[in-house]
């Protein structure tokens, strides 16, 4: 019940976000009002203002709407199941069994309709599928969500886990045969050369596929391609940050052994 008691607070919450919106979209509305008197904004950005009052103020009523009906049928179905239990309590105290029988059933149902809202309010909630750190917000109050919006820079909300950081390294394929799996590698800032990050091997994705990130260079072709490896960041001590690039450099490999040519 406690545990009901919160989520309905947090409706609640929701509803007062809600109220902030109308707030704020009434206080733009006067705003234009002046500057369209003024002759200084078109009248359709009034218009639109208005619409957007009028959506805040529906979606405010049926916020609060919901917190009513919500917290109405939740202490119906708790005296329902009071009630439930004391008619037990009497049955049990020296009734015969079928009227037993018939208050357990009672009890369980309105457990049931109890479990049932506990569900209801939930499925209002937005959880994250596991523990992270928000990354990046997209979404302010007001704003509309787009439904199947999974790309970072369209997503809502980005979370990500920040305990370890690892490099995405491209290599062209034209340095490939001087690379080998598991060789060391150490990673340096964007311009600052003093600072060498120790890199350690996690493994490659062998698939070699077109470059994305170009450099904007004139030797540069698009239809290069590379090899993805993945490396993992062993110091801690100096700060990184999630999608920042860095310059990686790899120990080369060996070069192969020649067979000179027989005459």
């Known amino acids: 019940m406690q545990q009901t008691a919160g989520q309905i607070a947090q409706n609640r919450a929701l509803e007062l976000e809600a109220a902030w919106a109308v707030r704020d979209a009434e206080?733009?509305?006067?705003?234009?009002?002046?500057t369209v008197r003024a002759n200084a904004t078109p009248e359709e950005e009034l218009e639109r203002a208005e619409y957007a009052v009028k959506?805040?103020?529906?979606?405010?009523?049926?916020?609060?709407?919901?917190?009513?009906?919500?917290t109405a049928n939740n202490t119906a179905a708790k005296a329902r199941q009071q009630q439930a239990q004391a008619d037990l309590?009497?049955?049990?105290?020296?009734?015969?069994?079928?009227?037993?029988?018939?208050?357990?059933?009672?009890?369980a149902e309105a457990k049931?309709?109890?479990?049932?809202?506990?569900?209801?309010?939930?499925?209002?909630?937005?959880?994250?599928?596991?523990?992270?750190?928000?990354?990046?917000?997209?979404?302010?109050?007001?704003?509309?969500?787009?439904?199947?919006?999974?790309?970072?820079e369209s997503a809502v909300m980005?979370?990500?886990?920040?305990?370890?950081?690892?490099?995405?390294?491209?290599?062209?394929?034209?340095?490939l045969p001087r690379f080998k799996?598991?060789?060391?590698?150490?990673?340096?800032?964007?311009?600052?050369?003093?600072?060498?990050?120790?890199?350690?091997?996690?493994?490659?994705?062998?698939?070699v596929i077109p470059k994305r990130a170009l450099t904007n260079s004139q030797r540069e072709l698009v239809d290069t391609r590379v090899l993805q490896v993945i490396y993992k960041i062993t110091d801690n001590t100096h700060p990184v940050?999630?999608?920042?690039?860095?310059?990686?450099?790899?120990?080369?490999?060996?070069?192969?052994?020649?067979?000179?040519?027989?005459?």
Do not use: C
């Open 27 to 34: 206080a733009r509305q006067r705003r234009l009002t002046i």
């Open 55 to 70: 959506i805040a103020q529906s979606r405010q009523a049926a916020a609060q709407e919901a917190i009513v009906v919500a």
């Open 89 to 107: 309590d009497t049955y049990l105290a020296g009734a015969w069994k079928p009227d037993v029988v018939k208050a357990e059933a009672l009890v």
């Open 112 to 152: 049931a309709r109890v479990q049932r809202l506990e569900q209801e309010i939930a499925r209002r909630q937005v959880l994250a599928p596991r523990d992270a750190t928000v990354l990046r917000v997209n979404l302010r109050k007001g704003e509309f969500v787009v439904a199947g919006s999974s790309l970072a």
């Open 158 to 175: 980005v979370l990500g886990d920040v305990s370890a950081y690892h490099v995405r390294v491209d290599i062209d394929e034209f340095d």
């Open 181 to 207: 799996p598991g060789t060391e590698a150490v990673a340096f800032y964007k311009g600052d050369g003093r600072i060498a990050i120790p890199l350690e091997f996690v493994r490659l994705e062998p698939f």
């Open 241 to 263: 940050y999630v999608g920042q690039q860095m310059d990686v450099f790899i120990k080369a490999a060996p070069p192969a052994p020649t067979v000179a040519a027989q005459p």
